[in-house]
């Protein structure tokens, strides 16, 4: 291979490792204000809201010795309010994932958690 082919291969790839960065710093910036309303009924029930510009991620981490059920609310104008149910495990975390189908600038998220009965 001749060396300016070499040099524009490597400036190519250069290229591409850059722009890969720049979406990715500016897909993990915060556009929005998350608030997080718990109703955990006496579980040791850990929230942790995970946010990027296109999704709300919220961890829910289970310290308790029982299996949990967590019902989850989000609302996010001018999106319609979104309902999902997590199961978790005693010991164990699970996501739950809003995707924006509309650009928000709040989400309000309404979180339920109780044991579940065998």
């Known amino acids: 291979m001749r060396p300016s082919k070499a040099r ?5 790839g250069h290229c591409a490792v850059v722009s890969l960065a720049l979406f ?13 309303h718990p109703t955990l009924n006496g579980l040791d029930v850990k ?13 829910l981490t289970n310290a308790t010795d029982k299996k949990v059920r967590c019902d989850l609310l989000y609302d996010a104008a001018p999106q319609i309010p979104y309902r999902k149910t997590t199961y978790i495990d005693p010991g164990k975390t699970e996501d739950s ?5 509309r ?4 989400v309000d998220v309404d979180v339920k958690c109780k044991t579940v009965e065998k």
């Not at 994932?97 to 189908?101: G, P, W």
């Not at 650009?103 to 709040?106: A, G, R």
């Open 24 to 36: 990715a710093a500016s897909a993990t910036a915060q556009t929005y204000t998350v608030d997080i």
């Open 103 to 106: 650009k928000w600038t709040s």
């Open 8 to 12: 524009l291969r490597g400036s190519i």
């Open 47 to 59: 929230i942790e809201p995970v946010t990027t510009s296109g999704m709300l991620v919220v961890k």
């Open 97 to 101: 994932v809003f995707s924006a189908k």
